[in-house]
């Protein structure tokens, strides 16, 4: 195993390292790490074998590549039937790369060599072909390093579907540590047992930093080269607030965290205070605070913390688990368990948004020069019929005793919307020709995170009973920044004054079409942009339950006279920077110059007390 005795790493570096990083998930942790080398689309744990294990390992590698082929034909025809023999000819530069000698003899020759098992051989060989290919100058070569990573991908996905139930083992308390975790990963790992999260990639807007948030698991992203600079057994103190990974850390930053674990459990305690209180603003118009979930056992926290109802169920989390897809009734039955509890508040249930970065090993989707703008959402589930509609069968059911809608994701405009308002009336019909129980006329909602959508607010509005706003998406979509690229993070702004004035335009059709508006995005659970959300003319908030009660506090604090001054101001400014910037004017006018969130962790991520290599 590569895990060294965290008392031998302490002991080869007297001075605790510190590493920055971008906080995307609050709290703090301490524990080991456990160090994931993670494919790019596949967790590829990476471990030390003996000799013995070897045959096995060359047995699992052919049954990879084996499964890898049959998985690649499978897609050549389907989109050679869907689209066209030439398309799926593209398909034939991977099937090379899979056919080739040399690839099977190098992952081989690792294994033996290195003593590594194959996920490991794996990433190593790739990663060594890509590099290559990146290098060139020619640029069809160059594309080609795309083609070698997707093998990767193949390779590693049909490696971990064997244990895809369950996720890699960990053990108990573990810190993961790994250069990217996808969603499917992250969904698979106990994230019970998982304590915190570091990783190279992702941003505060991932998917899986959404996940971490939603289980209160503290997570720091953008750790230059983590995989590499922590290993296996390192001792770690993650702080999500201040985006830091202490390595080893020596007493006294020890000390340090006592003391400010003891502070934030005293902040927290005195945000609960606000438990029985209502969202409302000081001048007493109600807020209300929903939650954003999903797994059933999010249920609980929200309720804990006093959600209004669900304004957001993502349901990928139930595929996302699986190696299959989830039938009808063991989705009814997940989600008649979380509309049970909520009841009679209701639960807003969106239906599964696959595609772009949310992929499934047993759902092979054909290639995508760019994911993110490839089908995904309703689009994709509109050519789906079966999965559409097996969804909104178990919807329906548990609508016939509970209060629940349907939320349609990623639609671009009116057209989508009418397509699936008739897939559901065609569901109605067939449920009630079997004579199934179910609710009718469920209230349907369309997600408005394309900017399309946001500019058509007013007549989307009209053709559904109400809008929620994903600010995650519409982001990405209209800065032209990908969500989970880090290379483009920077132009991820969500505070950007196009972002704002679609915002405006969406409250403005919202209202026209007298129609509900929630938002939905990380933006709502974010307590610094609240006050400024209630300026816009924002009036229902739907966060990570961990996120409520600073939201409420928020909500509590605000004038609604004072917030739309403030989005007047902002919608003036022509840049994030600006409108950041007048935010934090306006919390520092309001706190006497002392921002509570910033000084509630004592070390910054732009000034370490004490550390070596930053
Ligand atoms: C969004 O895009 O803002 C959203 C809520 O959806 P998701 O984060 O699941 O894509
Ligand atoms: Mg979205």
């Known amino acids: 195993m590569d895990h060294g005795d965290p008392a031998v790493g302490a002991r080869e570096r007297a001075v605790s390292r510190v590493l920055k990083g971008e906080g995307v998930s609050s709290g703090v942790a301490r524990g080991v790490a456990f160090v994931l080398a993670c494919g790019d689309r596949s967790a590829a744990?990476?471990?030390?074998?003996?000799?013995?294990?070897?045959?096995?390992?060359?047995?699992?590698?052919?049954?990879?590549?084996?499964?890898?082929?049959?998985?690649?034909?499978?897609?050549?025809?389907?989109?050679?039937?869907?689209?066209?023999?030439?398309?799926?000819?593209?398909?034939?530069?991977?099937?090379?790369v899979l056919e080739d000698p040399h690839l099977r003899e190098r992952v081989l020759r690792l294994v033996e060599e290195k003593r590594v098992n194959v996920e490991g051989a794996i990433s190593d060989v790739i990663e060594g072909y890509t590099r290559a290919l990146d290098g060139v100058a020619d640029a069809y070569l160059r594309e080609r390093a795309a083609d070698v990573r997707?093998?990767?991908?193949?390779?590693?996905?049909?490696?971990?579907?064997?244990?895809?139930?369950?996720?890699?083992?960990?053990?108990?308390?573990?810190?993961?540590?790994?250069?990217?975790?996808?969603?499917?990963?992250?969904?698979?790992?106990q994230l019970g047992s998982v304590r915190a999260f570091v990783t190279e990639r992702?941003?505060?807007?991932?998917?899986?930093?959404?996940?971490?948030?939603?289980?209160?698991?503290?997570?720091?992203?953008?750790?230059?080269?983590?995989?590499?600079?922590?290993?296996t057994g390192d001792r770690l103190i993650v702080d999500g607030e201040a985006g830091v990974v202490f390595v080893d850390?020596?007493?006294?930053?020890?000390?340090?965290?006592?003391r400010l674990e003891a502070e934030l459990r005293s902040y927290r305690e005195a945000l609960r205070e606000n438990l029985d209180q209502p969202s409302a603003t000081l001048d007493g118009v109600a807020v209300p605070l929903l939650a954003n979930i999903n797994k059933v056992a999010d249920a609980?926290?929200?309720?804990?913390?006093?959600?209004?109802?669900?304004?957001?169920?993502?349901?990928?989390?139930?595929?996302?688990?699986?190696?299959?897809?989830?039938?009808?009734?063991?989705?009814?039955?997940?989600?008649?368990?979380?509309?049970?509890?909520?009841?009679?508040?209701?639960?807003?249930f969106r239906l599964v948004d696959l595609g772009g970065d949310k992929v499934l090993p047993y759902f092979p989707l054909p290639p995508a020069r760019n994911p993110s703008l490839a089908e995904r959402g309703i689009r994709l589930l509109l050519r789906h019929p079966d999965l559409l509609k097996a969804q909104l069968r178990a919807f329906l059911r548990v609508a016939a005793d509970h209060p629940v809608s349907v939320l349609l994701p990623v639609v671009g405009?009116?057209?989508?919307?009418?397509?699936?308002?008739?897939?559901?009336?065609?569901?109605?019909?067939?449920?009630?020709?079997?004579?199934?129980?179910?609710?009718?006329?469920?209230?349907?909602?369309?997600?408005?995170?394309?900017?399309?959508?946001?500019?058509?607010?007013?007549?989307?509005?009209?053709?559904?009973?109400?809008l929620s706003l994903g600010t995650n998406d519409l982001v990405q979509y209209v800065l032209a920044a990908d969500r989970e690229d880090q290379g483009v993070a920077s132009y991820y702004q969500p505070l950007h004054p196009a972002v704002l004035r679609l915002i405006q335009l969406v409250v403005e059709g919202a209202q026209g079409a007298g129609r509900e508006l929630t938002i939905c995005g990380e933006m709502a659970g974010d307590p610094?942009?609240?006050?400024?959300?209630?300026?816009?003319?924002?009036?229902?908030?739907?966060?990570?339950?961990?996120?409520?009660?600073?939201?409420?506090?928020?909500?509590?604090?605000?004038?609604?006279?004072?917030?739309?001054?403030?989005?007047?101001?902002?919608?003036?400014?022509?840049?994030?920077?600006?409108?950041?910037?007048?935010?934090?004017?306006?919390?520092a006018a309001l706190s006497g110059g002392v921002d509570p969130r910033r000084t509630r962790h004592g070390l910054r991520a732009d000034g370490p007390a004490r550390g070596g290599e930053v």
């Open 45 to 96: 744990p990476r471990r030390d074998i003996d000799a013995a294990d070897v045959a096995r390992e060359r047995a699992r590698l052919d049954a990879a590549l084996a499964t890898a082929r049959a998985e690649l034909e499978g897609l050549r025809q389907d989109v050679s039937a869907r689209i066209g023999p030439a398309p799926a000819e593209i398909l034939g530069a991977q099937a090379l």
């Open 150 to 189: 997707d093998v990767g991908r193949r390779l590693l996905s049909a490696l971990a579907e064997r244990r895809a139930a369950r996720g890699p083992d960990l053990p108990e308390g573990a810190i993961v540590v790994s250069d990217e975790l996808l969603p499917s990963v992250t969904a698979r790992l």
């Open 202 to 231: 992702g941003h505060r807007f991932s998917h899986s930093s959404i996940l971490a948030r939603s289980q209160g698991t503290p997570a720091v992203a953008r750790v230059a080269d983590a995989p590499s600079r922590i290993r």
């Open 249 to 258: 850390p020596d007493a006294a930053v020890e000390r340090e965290y006592d």
């Open 300 to 348: 609980g926290p929200a309720l804990l913390y006093g959600a209004e109802g669900v304004g957001l169920y993502r349901t990928e989390f139930q595929f996302t688990i699986r190696d299959r897809f989830p039938s009808e009734d063991e989705q009814r039955e997940l989600l008649a368990r979380v509309a049970e509890r909520f009841h009679p508040r209701e639960v807003v």
């Open 413 to 466: 405009g009116l057209d989508e919307v009418r397509e699936a308002r008739d897939v559901v009336r065609q569901v109605e019909r067939e449920l009630s020709a079997a004579g199934v129980r179910f609710g009718a006329g469920v209230r349907l909602g369309a997600m408005v995170e394309v900017p399309s959508a946001a500019l058509v607010a007013r007549a989307l509005a009209r053709e559904v009973d109400f």
């Open 528 to 587: 610094r942009l609240t006050a400024l959300l209630l300026g816009l003319g924002l009036r229902r908030l739907s966060v990570a339950p961990g996120e409520m009660l600073e939201v409420k506090d928020a909500v509590r604090r605000t004038r609604l006279a004072d917030a739309s001054d403030l989005a007047h101001e902002a919608l003036q400014l022509g840049s994030a920077a600006e409108i950041e910037a007048l935010l934090e004017a306006r919390r």
